[in-house]
């Protein structure tokens, strides 16, 4: 079999789908990949060089920041105001919008991104991952919040790479879902996974359980019909890693709203928006606490957070019967 990889593969679905495309997108996302393949090289090395362990600050979320969060973050943010096409950036490391460029030499896309999602288990050598999500403004758009900020639904591309035993990437741009493997030999991501779609069915219940008390009855009562109902339970707690099994085996996420986090834990624009994206594409549902589309949710600022509920559509459905 030829070995596709994934900027031929970007290249092949612009001329199916916008053969007008100005090679500003496959521009980033070079760029995007080699963000990848930089921190990958780090994780992969982090216990023989000093990148382990906290930096001893707290982010605007208030956790606490560890060496490769913060290495990510500055790989991230320097690759992506030096290639030239992104005009704005969120990171869940940054606290405010950051504006790249000036109005007229500036590019065409925004780009949000969690730099290193999973931090936790980081020191654990346990998966981690970096997840994106990709917009495009017109050339006059003012990059004002409101312009910037808009719902998942209308996002041109997103994706993540997961550090695992190997490194991964899967992206849409909104026509199917693809993944990449990266080749070490030859250094580049090589299609592993044609056109993903997610089992409509699956055996995998995945939630922080210990959370259980500070549910909702609804929440409590449909995590019990799946504990009890002959699934098997599993969870990283990497959102990442989470989300990569249950898109190749199928399943159910659940990260409900609970007594702490009265509006849920997860981030919308950096880690909600970008995977309800990818799931959506593989024929799955993402849904918020209400049981409404994460892509239908309109921002309130950068870091806005969300419940988040995914996975194959029937296990989802059954999720969300109890609250009928
Ligand atoms: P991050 O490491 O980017 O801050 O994200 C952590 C998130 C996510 O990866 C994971 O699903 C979730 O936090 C785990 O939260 P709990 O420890 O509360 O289960
Ligand atoms: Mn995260
Ligand atoms: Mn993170």
Known sequence: MAEISV?????????????????QFTSLLHDLILSAKIISRSVTKAGLVDI????GNINVQGEQVQKLDDFANSVMIYRMKNCGVVCALGSEEEE??????????RGNYVIFFDPLDGSSNIDANVSIGTIFSIYRVEDDTELTKENVLRKGAEQAAAGYFLYGPSTIMVYSTGHGVYGFTLDPSVGEFLLSHDNIKIPENGKYFSANLANYGKWSEQDQKAADSFVQGGYSLRYVGSLVADFHRTLLYGGIFSYPADSKNAKGKLRLLYEANPLSFLMEQAGGLALNGSGDRVLEIVPEHIHTR???LFGSKNDVEKYRSVFE
């Open 96 to 105: 405010e919008l950051v504006v790249v460029g000036s109005p007229k030499e």
């Open 52 to 55: 382990l362990g906290g930096t």
């Open 7 to 23: 900027i031929e593969h970007i290249h092949s679905m612009q001329l199916k789908w916008s053969p007008t495309a100005t090679g």
């Open 306 to 308: 969300t419940a988040f």
